[in-house]
């Protein structure tokens, strides 16, 4: 498909455990965005790549979430040691200019 | 602080009426408006934007306001169909910040027939 796709779409793991969510952005797209959603409310920014350049995570909540863009396509999300608070759909976009393009999101249960 | 509300967490309008979704802002640096809808279990699909720029833009049943004085956006749909059930989020971007979008916490909106 043409589209965002990211995986796993679900996902879920116990207190303490990494976790790692893939994105695959639309081809050619040079902009790439991670997003948390929690339950009931908007989707808030993460991080932000421009090609293989992590321009922007000022939105990452704690040390323990860490972003790649090694190739400038494939991106992935890894967050470890996860805490019970980091349940939510995670969000990937990607951009060519100013409309963001979002996948399915995975959503990550911490138990 | 939320930059972005959207005030009313639901509407239900009937088929073949207009729906009117609102959203205000506070940050008079953001210079790109979004709309998103939203289905459940699946990623937001962008609807419609406008710039800063201009006040009105139309795409088919959808129609995007700005009132920069007052800092307000609004989406008209009409008329209304029942695949436009779905949960809509409004989204704006600031000036200078590398295309980060700040969003509200969206309406459900419900066409009933």
């Known amino acids: 498909g043409a589209g965002v796709s990211q995986s796993p779409r679900y996902k879920v793991a116990k207190r303490g455990q990494d976790v790692a969510l893939r994105c695959d952005p639309i081809?050619?797209?040079?902009?790439l965005f991670w997003y948390q959603q929690a339950l009931g409310q908007g989707p808030e920014f993460l991080t932000y790549f421009q090609n293989e350049a992590q321009l922007d995570k000022s939105g990452l909540p704690s040390d323990r979430f860490f972003a790649e863009r090694p190739e400038g396509s494939v991106s992935t999300l890894k967050i470890q040691r996860t805490q019970q608070e980091d349940s939510a759909v995670y969000l990937c976009?990607?951009?060519?200019?100013?409309?963001?393009?979002f996948g399915p999101g995975t959503r990550l249960l911490v138990l | 602080d939320q930059q972005v509300k959207q005030n009313s967490p639901s509407l239900s309008v009937q088929e073949g009426r207009i729906s009117i979704l609102n959203c205000d802002y506070t940050n008079s640096m953001f210079d790109y408006f979004l709309w998103y809808k939203k289905y459940p279990a699946e990623g937001p699909t962008f609807l419609i934007s406008i710039s800063s720029i201009k006040d009105k833009n139309e795409d088919g049943r959808f129609t995007v306001f700005l009132n920069k004085s007052a800092k307000h956006l609004s989406l008209h749909i009409v008329p209304s169909q029942p695949g436009d059930s779905a949960v809509y989020f409004c989204?704006?971007?600031?000036?200078?910040?590398?295309?980060?979008?700040?969003f509200g916490t969206g309406t459900r909106l419900q066409v009933t027939l």
């Open positions: 081809s050619g797209h040079v902009s």
């Open positions: 976009a990607s951009s060519l200019r100013e409309t963001q393009y």
């Open positions: 989204a704006t971007r600031s000036t200078g910040t590398a295309s980060k979008l700040t």
